[in-house]
C-alpha cells in the first residue's frame, strides 16, 4: 500500500519567507507526527496529532512554526519568517490506531534557508 | 525526560563481521524501545521494535536487539555484516500507553569494508 508522503521533497527559501510544508499519511492512521532532523541537533519531535485531540505542540521551537492537520488526514507545517536555524529535513510519520505503536516515516522535505 | 545514548557515532566492521550497535535509554520505567535505518536520501524505516513479551526481538534483514531492563540497554547485532547495511541507524524510544512521540538517540553511521 501507498506510504507516508510529502510536498515538496526539496524547498529553498530566502530568509524572512514563509514556508508550508505537507504531509499525506498512510490511510487508516490516526496519529501523525512531525519531527525535525538537523546536523546540530539530530531528530527533533516538533508536533503530534492523535484523531480529534488537541495537538502536542510541545516540541515546536517558537511561535514561528505551527502545523494543522485537516479532516483528521493531511497535515501542513508551516513555518513563517524563515531563518537559517530553520534549514534541516522535516519529517512527517504516521501510526495506526492499535497495535504495536512503530512510526511509518516520509522522505521528508529538505529545507534550505538562504 | 526520555534520553538516549548511542555510543559511537560511527562505527566500521568489515564485510562477514558481527554488527553491534550501542543503545542505553534513561527512563526508570522501560519505555519502548525501537530501531530505525536511514539510508542517504531517504526517510527512517523500522528494523525492530520491543513493547512487551520475549525480550530478544528479531527485525528485518537479518538483525535483532536485546532489551536487558538491568543495563537499560537495547543493543543492535547482526552476526555478519552485508555492504547494503551500510547506513545511519538510531535507537528510539517513546513512553508507554499508545502512540507517543520518539524521542532519539543521536544515530551511528554503520561503514561497511570489504
Known sequence: GAGVSQSPSNKVTEKGKDVELRCDPISGHTALYWYRQSLGQGLEFLIYFQGNSAPDKSGLPSDRFSAERTGGSVSTLTIQRTQQEDSAVYLCASSPPKGGYEQYFGPGTRLTVT | ?114
Not at chain 2, 7 to 35: D, I, K, M, T
Not at chain 2, 52 to 75: D, P, Q, R, Y
Request: proline residues 4%; positive net charge.
Open chain 2, 1 to 114: 525526560a526520555q534520553s538516549v545514548t548511542q555510543l559511537g557515532s560511527h562505527v566500521s566492521v568489515s564485510e562477514g563481521a558481527l554488527v553491534l550497535l550501542r543503545c542505553n535509554y534513561s527512563s526508570s520505567v522501560p519505555p519502548y524501545l525501537f530501531w530505525y535505518v536511514q539510508y542517504p536520501n531517504q526517510g527512517l524505516q523500522l528494523l525492530l521494535k520491543y513493547t512487551t513479551g520475549a525480550t530478544l526481538v528479531k527485525g528485518i534483514n537479518g538483525f535483532e536487539a536485546e532489551f536487558k531492563k538491568s543495563e537499560t540497554s537495547f543493543h543492535l547485532t547482526k552476526p555478519s555484516a552485508h555492504m547494503s547495511d551500510a547506513a545511519e541507524y538510531f535507537c528510539a524510544v517513546s513512553d508507554r500507553g499508545g502512540a507517543q512521540k520518539l524521542v532519539f538517540g543521536q544515530g551511528t553511521r554503520l561503514t561497511i569494508n570489504p
